[in-house]
T-cell receptor, first 113, second 117 residues
């Protein structure tokens, strides 16, 4: 059973399209995250939700909209995709009140053509 | 603002030898957690080891140990008896204010480790 699962694993799309990435965790954690890893492997946090509440919202274009229907799910919707959005997007989860160790999904490789 | 520095873009080690990957950090928060992750060529991010700022002992997990020097603000990862499967990119990360919900993790730029047979 995969602890943090993301779908799809690969996403190839045209500029201007809208796409979504889904994430689910079965670890019972209360906090979930979206990270972006660029072509140079720099990893940067985008958003974090705790118990469905947005707690971290980094400087991200408002074309990116996260949604957390419940604490086990965190989806990322991207409008009007641009070439610069091409990257690997990682979902992660952790349990607050402990070491807050983040466990990552396998990543979604987004390619915008 | 918190910051993580990994000064070694790439490292080589002979199989079965030990290797140390450097990580220094900067924070004004007395409460923080330090993490190391491994990213093999397959792309997933694998948690390796954790050290809390108040932990007295250096963390160990199997062949991984964290050399925590608080005064120097360093948290180096030591891998003993390197194996070919250890070839990967390694990230150091820090989270300020652990045990709070709003703490943000910052990742270093990573070190690519290559284990030679």
């Amino acid at each position: 059973d995969t602890a943090v699962s993301q779908t799809p694993k690969y996403l190839v799309t045209q500029m201007g399209n809208d796409k979504s990435i889904k994430c689910e965790q079965n670890l019972g954690h209360d906090t979930m995250y979206w990270y972006k890893q660029d072509s140079k492997k720099f990893l940067k946090i985008m958003f974090s939700y705790n118990n469905k509440e947005l707690i971290i919202n980094e400087t991200v274009p408002n074309r990116f909209s996260p949604k957390s229907p419940d604490k086990a799910h965190l989806n990322l919707h991207i409008n009007s995709l641009e070439l610069g959005d091409s990257a690997v997007y990682f979902c992660a989860s952790s349990q607050s009140g402990s070491k807050n160790i983040q466990y990552f999904g396998a990543g979604t490789r987004l390619s915008v053509l | 603002a918190q910051k993580i520095t990994q000064t070694q873009p790439g490292m080589f080690v002979q199989e079965k030898e030990a290797v140390t990957l450097d990580c220094t950090y900067d924070t004004s928060d007395p409460s923080y957690g330090l993490f190391w992750y491994k990213q093999p060529s397959s792309g997933e991010m694998i948690f390796l080891i954790y050290q809390g700022s108040y932990d007295q002992q250096n963390a160990t997990e199997g062949r991984y140990s964290l050399n925590f020097q608080k005064a120097r603000k360093s948290a180096n990862l030591v891998i003993s008896a390197s194996q070919l499967g250890d070839s990967a990119m390694y990230f150091c990360a820090m989270r300020e204010g652990f045990n709070t919900n709003a703490g943000k993790s910052t990742f270093g730029d990573g070190t690519t480790l290559t284990v030679k047979p």
